[in-house]
């Protein structure tokens, strides 16, 4: 018997030249592993407070939720393996036309949105509710990217004035539904990424400046996010019930948790299985549980900064590394949610919250990350993207 060529042990020869074949010899297949991780632990999650989340709904299948997020994250699987398989020019493509249907439907939603908790976010489609919001997101980071290489150049673009028409008009419809939450994690990406892109630290700072005031602003006009303000401040002269549910849940969980399915959180509070499911997951099985997603949301962005960096073209290194910021800030902001560190902001976990829209764009905004850190001929002649970068300065 012949012994076995080391080639036999992948899935594909480095010969193999067929889409799927170059496609898995060029993908980051650690990032990939990392991501179905995330995937597997959500519907995990899912099944653990499905039961409770129907029960609380009346709705008779115990596993709703849970069958409902195998199909989103199956779903979010096959967009994240679809477009890392993007050359560059039709992720820019891609980004442009989602974008466009993004802000076509946001601006819809006043007259055929679904309006729920006191905002109209979402638009139902066949018994599915779609958040345009969330698919704008990387696109919008996209197309940022793409204006400021653009006015790198130097051949007359106006990069820098585009990429703020491209950022305001979203903003404008997002604070009209309201949704301060999105507003802040867009307005935080958008400024790395013009950070980023060599753009002055003056500017960044002006910018900075302007979103402080602006998000104090909100506190001021907008009356829900004055509640959610003075209940985080003043915790005890409101109801802060979600919020001490789950400390309560953490600190029961200890090291280990209570075990699968033992967990008492999820029968007490409605967002158990949405914005607080990181919660339900350290009930039932510990620290090391909250600890291993922590771990593995920070070995997403790291690896994904650390190889955008090495890109050499200035538009690649700036749209994929906005893209993990995205990630990041967005796991950041539910994961201090959890630890009751900022106000509640109705954000979702990246692939562990229930939520069709949210896995589907999470699915959508990694693999165009995925697309632009592939390795193909010259994308890491390491020195070049830096720079270029700079031609701002």
């Given at each position: 018997?012949?012994?076995?060529?080391?080639?036999?042990?992948?899935a594909f020869a480095r010969s193999d030249r067929s889409v799927i074949g170059v496609w898995w010899w060029t993908v980051d297949r650690w990032m990939l592993g990392v991501v179905a991780l995330l995937i597997a632990i959500g519907v995990v999650i899912a099944f653990a407070a499905s039961p409770?989340?129907?029960?609380?709904?009346?709705?008779?299948?115990?596993?709703?939720?849970?069958?409902?997020q195998c199909v989103f994250a199956a779903a979010a699987a096959v967009i994240l393996i679809v477009t890392s398989m993007f050359d560059v020019k039709t992720v820019k493509r891609s980004a442009f036309f989602i974008w466009l249907i993004a802000i076509a439907v946001m601006v819809a939603l006043p007259f055929l949105g679904h309006n729920a908790k006191g905002a109209t976010r979402w638009i139902e489609l066949g018994g599915f509710s779609l958040q345009p919001s969330e698919f704008m997101k990387p696109a919008l980071i996209v197309l940022v990217a793409w204006m400021?290489?653009?006015?790198?150049?130097?051949?007359?673009?106006?990069?820098?004035?585009?990429?703020?028409?491209?950022?305001l008009i979203p903003v404008a419809l997002l604070l009209m539904q309201p949704?301060?939450?999105?507003?802040?994690?867009?307005?935080?990406?958008?400024?790395?990424?013009?950070?980023?892109a060599g753009v002055p630290l003056s500017w960044v700072m002006g910018l900075g400046v302007v979103a402080v005031a602006g998000l104090g602003s909100t506190y001021f006009l907008l009356p829900h996010v004055?509640?959610?303000?003075?209940?985080?401040?003043?915790?005890?002269?409101?109801?802060?019930?979600?919020?001490?549910?789950?400390r309560v849940a953490q600190a029961a969980g200890g090291l280990f948790g209570r075990g699968p399915g033992e967990g008492v959180l999820k029968?007490?509070?409605?967002?158990?299985?949405?914005?607080?499911?990181?919660?339900?997951?350290?009930?039932?099985?510990?620290?090391?549980?909250?600890?291993?997603?922590?771990?593995?949301?920070t070995i997403i962005v790291v690896r994904g900064l650390y190889r955008s960096m090495k890109l050499s073209d200035p538009f690649e290194q700036v749209a994929a590394a906005g893209l993990f910021v995205l990630v990041g800030l967005q796991a950041i902001i539910n994961v201090a949610v959890n630890l009751d560190m900022i106000p509640t902001k109705g954000m979702t976990l990246p692939f562990i919250s229930y939520g069709g829209s949210s896995m589907l764009a999470m699915g959508l905004t990694l693999g165009l990350a995925l697309a632009l850190t592939r390795r193909r001929p010259g994308a890491y002649t390491v020195g070049e993207g830096l720079a270029k970068a700079g031609a701002f300065a």
């Open positions: 018997m012949t012994a076995a060529t080391p080639q036999a042990t992948h409770a989340a129907a029960a609380r709904m009346n709705i008779g299948d115990p596993f709703h939720f849970a069958v409902r400021f290489s653009e006015g790198q150049k130097g051949q007359g673009v106006p990069g820098v004035s585009i990429a703020f028409v491209l950022y949704d301060v939450g999105q507003t802040v994690l867009i307005t935080a990406t958008f400024g790395a990424v013009f950070w980023m004055a509640a959610r303000v003075d209940k985080f401040l003043q915790p005890d002269k409101a109801d802060t019930h979600q919020v001490d549910a789950a029968r007490s509070i409605p967002d158990a299985h949405t914005d607080f499911a990181l919660s339900v997951g350290a009930e039932e099985f510990g620290l090391v549980f909250l600890m291993l997603v922590v771990t593995l949301f």
